[in-house]
């Protein structure tokens, strides 16, 4: 195993230590996060298998976005989909044998690299020429863009021209995963696959602290996850139960 790979190995340990120690305190800070006041965004359905519904409805489809902004549902709902394909297409690197379905869906995933930079572009544009998100962009927001398109387009070149033995890069994920050290798999030398595995091992690191957070956040939005009911059940904050109990005063 050669030094580079022995430290880029000790950065993907790092970045992944990071991601999982950083989401997981930022999960539980939305779940214990009081929602004292009913604010579901109505029409919103009054019972609990009909909020899970729109949950459903809002994390395939983006709904309130495409009834908000048809251009933004389009690009976001491009790049999403092509984000979903590619990740099923990197699944074959991380288990052996690869299972059935992903085999099936190995062709989709090159054109759901495509799909991610045509969706990664609007997005980014509509941050350059739209006055009013121009307005509120901030540097990270074009950090987090950047860093997607280049992961997407290091993909697409090491696919179409700058060409890796996959093999290779297969056995040194595989040793990650198993912890298998001693016997990790010396990376193949080309530039493009090293700048692909240092942008995603960026995007791993600084993901808890960015506004990639939506993606678990949307299951815990007041405005989504609460039910319509305000006349058939009271929302009651836990401490405002205890002010209503006239033991606790």
């Known amino acids: 195993m050669s030094i580079a790979t022995a ?7 790092a970045a992944t230590v990071v991601f999982l120690v950083s989401l997981t305190r930022k999960v539980l800070h939305y779940w214990r996060a009081p ?4 604010i579901p965004v109505t029409p919103a359905p009054t019972t609990r298998p009909g909020v899970a519904l729109r949950l459903v409805r809002e994390v395939l489809l983006f709904e309130t976005l495409f009834r908000s902004e048809k251009w933004t549902w389009a690009f976001g709902w491009t790049f999403h989909v092509g984000l979903f394909l590619v990740a099923v297409r990197h699944l074959r690197y991380f288990t052996e044998p690869v299972w059935g379905w992903v ?4 062709p989709l995933g090159i054109y759901g690299a495509w799909f991610m930079v045509a969706g990664l572009a609007g997005l980014w544009a509509r941050r350059l020429l739209v ?5 509120l962009t901030k540097p990270s927001d074009h950090l987090m863009l950047g860093l997607l398109a280049g992961i997407a387009g290091s993909g697409l070149l090491m696919t179409y021209a700058a060409f890796t033995d996959i093999v290779a890069v297969k056995v040194f994920f595989l040793g990650l995963m198993r912890f298998d050290l001693t016997h990790l798999q010396t990376l193949p030398g080309g530039w493009a696959l090293w700048a692909h595995l240092l942008l995603v091992v960026a995007l791993v690191a600084v993901f808890p602290f960015s506004k990639l957070l939506h993606a678990p956040g949307v299951f815990f939005s007041p405005n989504l996850h609460q039910a319509d009911n305000p006349r058939e059940q009271r929302q009651l904050a836990p401490w405002a139960a205890r002010l209503d109990d006239p033991g606790e005063t």
Not at 35 to 38: A, E, I, N, T
């Open 7 to 13: 430290v880029l190995a000790g950065l993907f340990y």
């Open 35 to 38: 929602s004292p006041l009913k």
């Open 103 to 106: 085999v099936l869906l190995q």
């Open 131 to 135: 006055d009013r998100v121009r307005y």
